[in-house]
Nanobody
Framework: QVQLVESGGGLVQAGGSLRLSCAASNVAFSSYAMGWFRQTPGKEREFVST????????FYADSVKGRFTISRDNAKNTVYLQMNSLKSEDTAVYYC???????????????WGQGTQVTVSS
């Protein structure tokens, strides 16, 4: 089983940057594709980005493409989401997830972190 813990969220002004981290508990981290999702109250969890096990393939939602970058360090059992040029509509709770392929659907991921709040002020 994989335990995931997100960190790095906070309050930032529009146009600013944040880097989120997600640390995994076990040494099998490299066997999982990792994803980032976000959710606001009353809305369905939304796909943000995903990265393959080796880090060679990445995918992004259209809403963040060109602004966000996903990466991973398998030696540290950690996945990152670098968020630049932040907009107020990026405000959400951000979750990392582990699965067996680079999917865009939240139901296809097996393990989830508790989330970290990102608030972008205009």
């Amino acid at each position: 089983q994989v335990q995931l813990v997100e960190s790095g969220g906070g309050l930032v002004q529009a146009g600013g940057s944040l880097r989120l981290s997600c640390a995994a508990s076990n040494v099998a981290f490299s066997s999982y594709a990792m994803g980032w999702f976000r959710q606001t109250p009353g809305k369905e969890r939304e796909f943000v980005s995903t990265i393959s096990q080796s880090g060679t393939r990445t995918f992004y939602a259209d809403s963040v493409k060109g602004r966000f970058t996903i990466s991973r360090d398998n030696a540290k059992n950690t996945v990152y989401l670098q968020m630049n040029s932040l907009k107020s509509e990026d405000t959400a709770v951000y979750y990392c997830a582990a699965g067996y392929s680079t999917q865009r659907t939240s139901a296809l991921y097996n393990y989830w972190g508790q989330g970290t709040q990102v608030t972008v002020s205009s």
